[in-house]
């Protein structure tokens, strides 16, 4: 469904150059849930933001359903994260004058009294039907967090791209966002960013990466058995 | 350095530092130059041309040619009186950049006073020669000699102006006068024959006798004094220095009433705007001020420190705008007023005095925005999370309806309740700050129109110079197209004061036959309220409703009665008058027509003190109207017949009309400017702040191209509630002005008038296209996914 290939983003910086992603090839299935693990500074976000159209590669190609993002235009490449994909940042990144309802219904394709009846039903499910009219300054971390998860769910994805969204919270919050995350692999694919592998446990595919190039790929009946023999 | 200067931080945001000095520049130079050129343009040229009063002072009688032996003897006797010099004048208008014109005396003297008043007006001929006695020679000063394009071997006289009843500059010029000699020196002058006035036929009755008195060195003071509280009368007519200087600040009083409104909506805009610029600035700054405060400075120290550093741009700003006022000020009076006689002194003292509240006023508010900022400032908060959240300060904002087009152009400032106020209050007040003086000006040429609406249903043919004859008068009756042709001869025994202007507006006055005034009364639509129509050989006259109620006259009133005079300076007539009759009011105000009505008998009994001249009015045969006037102007309008005409009046009129509008059009693209800059800083002062939410909505999808169009889509929602905001203000000054001063002086002001509420337009209009511009530009230049991304 999603492919990148031999992918590379460079940066200049001053005289020197710096390749934040550095030939990464890549291919994401439906319903997949994909990790990517390293640390800071090892190119997985750049690597989400090339997945998801919101960064074009210096070199490299990437495709959905076989369509090359170089070969759309920006609008379309606009025009389908919004059809097709949906994001939670690290920072919730939530508009402070919308309440917890408006921010999830800025995503809804159409703003009508249906969507409305939706965005309810969806922050009902994520533990929020007594905060819809909070404005996101009146939430905690983890209820942010969940307003910004049902603002990427409400369009009904096909990718969900997750970007470091367990970084700014506790521990046990974070494992229920990422409960409230993995829940979405009934309806679409799920590719999230970390640098805490326990967050990834459930993930199919964990791609591990440094310097900008992928060093490990393990799905999850690898990684179980290195458990088991650890 | 020090780094905890007030100017650091000036020198580490030049940005922020220019645009708010260029706003208080824009701002002060806008008000100085609209201030500045207002008075240069209304009020100084008629001190300007009659400050030969600063000289010499003249007593005049109020009415006939004669002053009383009594009171010149009087003037003769006193101790501080140097000289007594018979003289007598009349009248030109000059005119002036403005549009206006402002009455001069041609003084008429005999040769041997000719000298001895140029040295005492420290005045000298430098071109040409002095008139000699009984000619029609003037010396003029150069600069009335500008103004009126004449030179030296020039004439001037009545044939020579339009037939324009508003604008008149040689009205009394009956017989041709010849420019012989230049003048020069601090005051103006127009020098004649005073024998050439005495000896002429016409002149004798039109130019005013009376003496020219010179005090002695030193008792300028003590003779004015004299003349104005002894001498003074309501037969005797006084002009003095302190006189002229007191007219003058009744005018300068006039500008004050416009003006402070004004200075008072645009500093406040300009406050309001800066202000929320600074309080921006001051919460990003929290994090500084809270370590700050942390490590031993106190609140009050912040608070000195931030004021200092918007009071060093506020001077900055108020300095830099004088600079190019006063720039522009010298470059318009050399450029445009001096080449007609009216340069003047960039450096104004009302101006400066107009534009001193705006740094200040943006100093004290500062000052209260960085104590409130401060006041609730809890350092360890600051220094522990980094900043204080703004949001959280708001309690009222807990719970809120959910909308549910949460990205529509009107959410975000209606969740920012007090920026919306802060934007649509500072342009309302700009918007009402300017189009008031449009309004104003609107509302004075209402006031004048009616005194054309009679020439909508006849014309009319006055002499100049030359009296209407009998062949005359028959080939006229016998076009065609003439209904009637009805002699009549015209006064103006009445002065009606129209708000805001110092000169009163002569109430027309037809001396007619019985039949020709039913006549007329009948064809015009008049009705009578109360009373009867004048009877022959009567002193009655007939007024409309709206002079009765702005002189507070009511039948059986005597006017011209120099011991009761029905108004402070009501003019002293040949005989009383009686009033006989009141018009009514017309309820359409286009109907509305100004004259009244006297017996022509009587009027001829006083023809050597009225000196009326027979004028015809034209009557047209039904549909013959436009033909007629045509004809008129073609073949009877002359050098020696006056033809008015309704067309070719509201020409003029408009045509006065648009020039005043261009001139306040040129002022108002001034502030528009100031407010548009304004307005669009601090527009773009809140969208930088809404980074973050444009970064993610581009995530999620939204194009650079919506994100423009739903910024441009909020500012027009803001412009547009401001406009309508400065509508209403407008509204509300409007019906004031009509109900407050208008209705009063029994006269009308229409609201609907299209001009002045399109001067409301420019403002919003540049605020929208400079805000979406520079909006749309850092947006075109904003990295929206730098935004979200955590590198």
Known sequence: ?230 | MNPISPFTYTLRHKGRALMLTALLALAVMGLYLLAGLFQESYVTPDYTINRYLSKFSLVQPDSGTTLDPAVAAQIRAHPDVAQVLPQNNVQIAVPNVGGLAFYFRLLGLHEADVDPVLAQSGVTLVEGQLPQPRTNGVALSQEIATALDLQIGDTFDETQDDDNVFFAHYADIVSPLEVVGILEGRVRLGIMSYEYLDSHERYRDLARYGLLVLARPGRDAAVDDFLRHTIRSSRTDVYTHKLLEEATARSQATLYVLFIPIMLLVTTAVTLVIGAINQIAFMRRLPELGTLHAVGRSKGWLARRLTLETAGLALAGWALGLLASWGGMAILSAAVYAPQGFAFNPLQAMALLLVTPVPLAVIGFTLFIAVRALRHMDAVAVVERGELSLEKARPDRARAENLPRPLAATTFYRRHARRAATLIGAMALMIVGTALLVFVIGSIWDGALPVLANLSRTSRISPKGLPLEAAEIAQIRAHPAVARAIPVTTISPLGLALPLIRDDSPLETYGVTAEDMAYLVELYGLELAEGHLPRPNSNEIVIPWTAAKNRDLQVGDVIGDPDRPVYPDAPTLPSELVVSGIFARAEDPAEDVWLSFMSQEFVNSYRGDWSPDLSLIIVPQAGHKAALDAWLESEIAGERRSVLTYGKQQAWFQEAMNTALFTFSLMESIIALVAALTLAGLNYVFVTQRRAEFGVLNALGFGRRQLVWRVARETLFITGAAWLVGLLGCAVILATLRYGLYAPSGLRLEFFHLTPWLFTLPIPVAVFVVSAGAVSWALSRLDLVAVIERR
């Open chain 1, 1 to 230: 469904m999603l492919q990148g290939r031999e992918l590379t983003l460079t940066y200049q910086d001053g005289d020197h150059t710096l390749d934040a992603v550095h030939n990464v090839s890549i291919g994401i299935e439906d319903h997949q849930f994909i990790g990517i693990l390293g640390p800071s500074g090892s190119g997985k976000s750049s690597l989400l933001y090339l997945l998801s159209g919101l960064r074009q590669p210096t070199q490299g190609e990437v495709y959905l359903d076989g369509r090359a993002y170089g070969k759309m235009s920006d609008r379309e490449r606009v025009a389908l994260r919004r059809s097709e994909y949906g994001f939670v940042f690290q920072q919730h990144f939530l508009i402070n004058y919308l309440t917890a309802l408006e921010n999830v219904m800025v995503a809804a394709p159409v703003q009508d009294e249906a969507y409305v009846e939706q965005t309810k039903a969806l922050l009902a499910d994520l533990g929020m039907s007594d905060k819809l009219h909070r404005f996101p300054y009146e939430l905690s971390g983890g209820e942010r967090q969940r307003v910004a998860i049902a603002r990427a769910m409400i369009h009904r994805p096909r990718v969900i791209f997750a970007d470091e969204p367990t970084g700014l919270l506790d521990r046990h919050t974070g494992l229920q966002v990422m409960a409230l995350l993995r829940s979405y692999r009934d309806r679409g694919s799920l590719i999230a960013v970390t640098h805490n592998p326990e967050v990834l446990t459930e993930a199919d595919l964990v791609i591990k990466m440094r310097d900008g190039q992928v060093t490990e790929i393990k799905d999850r009946v690898a990684r179980q058995t290195q458990e088991a023999i650890l």
